[in-house]
């Protein structure tokens, strides 16, 4: 099991950058299928970007792709995601959330609010 906890988040203007990071405690960091996650206010939860236990497979939304950028450090048990070019619509809640090597990712952080102002 695996406890998850995301920093980072602030407000900051459109065309800013924020580095994001999800830091976990627990066993096994290193063996876990990672992601990121956002919800904006009155909407679903969207998919941001994951990456492999390896950090490898890394695959990002299109509607973040060469803004975004995800990494890990399984030395720190730490995954991060670095947002430049920020855009108000990237306002939302980010959650990272990780996954063994089932389908369905079962631990989750309690998120982090970014905010673009225009």
């Known amino acids: 099991q695996v406890q998850l906890v995301e920093s980072g988040g602030g407000l900051v203007q459109a065309g800013g950058s924020l580095r994001l990071s999800c830091a976990a405690s627990?066993?096994?960091?290193?063996?876990?299928?990672l992601a990121w996650f956002r919800q904006a206010p009155g909407k679903d939860r969207e998919f941001v970007g994951r990456i492999g236990w390896s950090g490898g497979l890394i695959n990002y939304a299109d509607s973040v792709k060469g803004r975004f950028t995800i990494s890990r450090d399984n030395a720190k048990n730490t995954m991060y995601l670095q947002m430049n070019s920020l855009k108000p619509e990237d306002t939302a809640v980010y959650y990272c959330?990780?996954?063994?090597?089932?389908?369905?990712?079962?631990?989750w952080g309690q998120g982090t609010q970014v905010t673009v102002s225009s």
């Open positions: 959330a990780a996954r063994g090597n089932g389908v369905t990712y079962a631990y």
């Open positions: 627990g066993r096994g960091f290193s063996t876990y299928n």
